[in-house]
């Protein structure tokens, strides 16, 4: 049984008002008193309930959300989930706001961190460019005693405390798998659409996706990324000129601008022995997928990824443990046939 404030009163024989002012530091209590309390509280093994202790006082966690400011159906949807988690606030005692940024852009990504590291926010979850002057700071914040959390995107080689966000390099891998079992025994290009090689969920994609590619078919080359900017306009004309191409056979979009490859496909008339594997499961995505135009959508819950976010900086605010498995973010695989 978990050992309770009143085992450390009995054990060091003291009233349960001097315990309760050694757990809080308060004053008024005598050295040598402190010390039989203290120890009373190591033999037994006492961990303190630092989340029900903070609920008793009304604690809130004040959190910024940094974003990028982009036309993205995906980062418009996790902008949702995170307005729902401010619906939630009084019920979970947060303070949330958000913080928009030029999208692939680390300076002005560095100028928000700064600003913020002279405040007094709870903690800071991040869609991080994955840059070294932003590495730089968020690790000198965590030296400072702020809780950063990474989302969607994380920090390579950073001091940031935790990343909800799925596996990208699995992602990556499980699109090649996928793409290669249904061109089956064909040979040809794949086209491949990303935002931008400056975040590192879109460099992990591709390194697993080139990864099986050569490993287990090598009948398929892969062509020159095409870099969208997260913008459905430039995707479209990168993807339309691509298209010009006649051995191309699949295309893989690991990131955004899935409108963009959409309409493309569509002003082309494109041949369906065309196979096309897309990230994140959108309204434009699922009529995608309804109509034969995308084949495969690899999906992340971003409302599991934001609640995850808020657990742990709380978590880290208080100084308790992260349950690894509850944070765990899953990758789902969605068919016209299995969609939710």
Same mark, same amino acid.
């Given at each position: 049984?978990? =050992?309770?404030?009143?085992?450390?009163?009995?054990?060091?024989?003291?009233?349960?008002?001097?315990?309760?002012?050694?757990?809080?530091?308060?004053?008024?209590?005598?050295?040598?008193?402190?010390?039989?309390?203290?120890?009373?509280?190591?033999?037994?093994?006492?961990?303190?309930?630092?989340?029900? !202790?903070?609920?008793?006082?009304?604690? %809130?966690?004040?959190?910024?959300?940094?974003?990028?400011?982009?036309?993205?159906?995906?980062?418009?949807?996790?902008?949702?989930?995170?307005?729902?988690?401010?619906?939630?606030? =009084?019920?979970?005692?947060? *303070?949330?706001? %958000?913080?928009?940024?030029? !999208?692939?852009?680390?300076?002005?990504?560095?100028?928000?961190?700064?600003?913020?590291?002279?405040?007094?926010?709870? $903690?800071?979850?991040?869609?991080?460019?994955?840059? =070294?002057?932003?590495?730089?700071?968020?690790?000198?914040?965590?030296?400072?005693?702020?809780?950063?959390? %990474?989302?969607?995107?994380?920090?390579?080689?950073?001091?940031?405390?935790?990343?909800?966000?799925? *596996?990208?390099?699995?992602?990556?891998?499980?699109?090649?798998?996928?793409?290669?079992? +249904?061109?089956?025994? @064909?040979? $040809?290009?794949?086209?491949?659409?990303?935002?931008?090689?400056?975040?590192?969920?879109?460099?992990?994609?591709?390194?697993? +996706?080139?990864?099986?590619? !050569?490993?287990?078919?090598?009948?398929?080359?892969?062509?020159?990324?095409?870099?969208?900017?997260?913008?459905?306009?430039?995707?479209?004309?990168?993807?339309?000129?691509?298209?010009?191409?006649?051995?191309?056979?699949?295309?893989?979009?690991? $990131?955004?601008?899935?409108?963009?490859?959409?309409?493309?496909?569509?002003?082309?008339?494109?041949?369906?022995?065309?196979?096309?594997?897309?990230?994140?499961? %959108?309204?434009?995505?699922? !009529?995608?997928?309804?109509?034969?135009?995308? *084949?495969?959508?690899?999906?992340?819950?971003?409302?599991?990824?934001?609640?995850?976010?808020?657990?742990?900086?709380?978590?880290?605010? *208080?100084?308790?443990?992260?349950?690894?498995?509850?944070? @765990?973010?899953?990758?789902?695989? +969605?068919?016209?046939?299995?969609? =939710?």
């Amino acid at each position: 049984m978990r =050992p309770t404030v009143h085992d450390i009163a009995a054990a060091a024989g003291v009233s349960l008002a001097t315990v309760d002012r050694v757990l809080n530091q308060r004053p008024g209590v005598r050295g040598v008193t402190r010390e039989k309390v203290e120890a009373a509280i190591r033999e037994l093994g006492y961990i303190r309930d630092l989340a029900a !202790a903070n609920l008793a006082k009304g604690r %809130t966690y004040p959190l910024v959300f940094i974003l990028p400011a982009s036309d993205n159906s995906f980062m418009h949807g996790l902008n949702a989930e995170i307005r729902q988690a401010i619906v939630r606030s =009084p019920a979970e005692r947060t *303070d949330i706001r %958000t913080i928009e940024v030029p !999208a692939f852009d680390p300076a002005a990504l560095v100028a928000v961190l700064e600003e913020l590291s002279r405040g007094k926010p709870c $903690g800071i979850a991040m869609v991080a460019t994955d840059a =070294p002057e932003v590495r730089a700071v968020a690790d000198r914040m965590v030296r400072d005693g702020f809780p950063i959390v %990474t989302l969607v995107s994380d920090l390579t080689g950073s001091l940031r405390h935790h990343y909800a966000g799925v *596996d990208n390099i699995a992602a990556g891998r499980t699109a090649a798998r996928l793409l290669g079992r +249904f061109l089956g025994p @064909r040979k $040809g290009e794949i086209a491949v659409l990303a935002g931008s090689m400056l975040v590192r969920d879109h460099r992990e994609r591709l390194e697993g +996706f080139t990864s099986v590619m !050569a490993e287990e078919f090598p009948g398929l080359a892969i062509l020159p990324v095409l870099e969208g900017r997260d913008d459905p306009e430039v995707a479209h004309m990168l993807v339309a000129d691509a298209l010009g191409n006649a051995g191309i056979v699949g295309v893989y979009s690991l $990131g955004a601008g899935n409108r963009g490859l959409i309409r493309a496909l569509k002003e082309k008339a494109v041949d369906r022995t065309l196979t096309v594997i897309a990230h994140e499961l %959108t309204v434009h995505t699922r !009529a995608a997928l309804i109509d034969h135009t995308i *084949d495969a959508i690899l999906n992340q819950d971003a409302g599991h990824e934001v609640r995850s976010a808020i657990r742990v900086l709380k978590a880290k605010a *208080d100084g308790l443990a992260v349950i690894e498995a509850q944070e @765990r973010i899953r990758l789902d695989i +969605f068919l016209k046939d299995n969609l =939710p």
